[in-house]
């Protein structure tokens, strides 16, 4: 089977703009979950989709937000971005076993 | 929610020797734990991970042992290599996933 895509896998932004990400599953995996990695605060959860609803979210302010798709492709978007939000984007699929296989990673630079 | 603690953040090791990480979790309901290697510059990968229902799991030179009464899990590596050098991420699971800081391991050849 193909692994966990994501694009774009580079994105520069600056301050104030937004972004969208996106995540393609696994096929036959119905859950995704995104995470955020910095170098000085490890692996962040962010939130986590299954069948297009959203099952659980991390300790991000409302400028982070998501969805899932019917074919269980996800989004995550970021408005108004800060400096702060620079940071290696992750998805992660996974199936009833619950071992999740992570994506690439989006690295989003915000200057 | 679930807080998950990894220690040592750094560990370097003599190729041969053998290296041991260690992770406690705060949910009693957390009943899967997984551990990631995740080389520079690429994704973290699932090396092996281990369920409430089990106390020990060992695959060749990799081992996890699980102490649901002490809420700790350790990794366990034997017969480091060089290419064993990478950060490892615990991780436990109820309604989520939540990771531990990492753990940077340096095996000396």
């Known amino acids: 089977k193909a692994g966990v895509t994501q694009t774009p896998r580079y994105l520069i932004k600056t301050r104030g703009q937004q972004v969208t990400l996106s995540c393609s599953p696994i096929?036959?995996?119905?859950?995704v979950s995104w995470y955020q990695q910095t170098p000085g605060q490890g692996l962040q959860f962010l939130f986590e989709?299954?069948?297009?609803?959203?099952?659980n979210k991390g300790n991000f302010p409302g400028r982070f937000s998501g969805r899932q798709f019917s074919n269980s492709r996800s989004e995550m978007n970021v408005s108004t971005l800060e400096l702060g939000d620079s940071a290696l984007y992750l998805c992660?699929?996974?199936?009833?076993?619950?071992?999740?296989?992570f994506g690439p990673g989006t690295r989003l630079t915000v200057t | 929610g679930e807080n998950v603690e990894q220690h040592p953040s750094t560990l370097s090791v003599q190729e041969g020797d053998s290296a041991v990480i260690k992770c406690t979790y705060s949910?009693?309901?957390?009943?899967?734990f997984p551990w990631y290697k995740q080389e520079l510059g690429k994704r973290p990968q699932l090396i092996i991970d281990?369920?409430?229902?089990?106390g020990e799991k060992k695959d060749q030179r990799i081992a996890v042992t699980l102490n649901k009464t002490a809420k700790h899990f350790s990794l366990h590596i034997t017969e480091t290599q060089p290419e064993d050098s990478a950060v490892y991420f615990c991780?436990?699971?109820?309604?989520?996933?939540?990771f531990g800081a990492g753990t940077r391991l340096t095996v000396k050849p």
């Open positions: 096929s036959g995996h119905r859950s």
């Open positions: 992660a699929s996974w199936d009833r076993a619950y071992e999740q296989y």
């Open positions: 281990i369920r409430s229902n089990v």
């Open positions: 989709y299954f069948s297009e609803t959203q099952r």
């Open positions: 949910d009693s309901a957390s009943n899967y």
């Open positions: 991780a436990a699971s109820s309604n989520d996933m939540r």
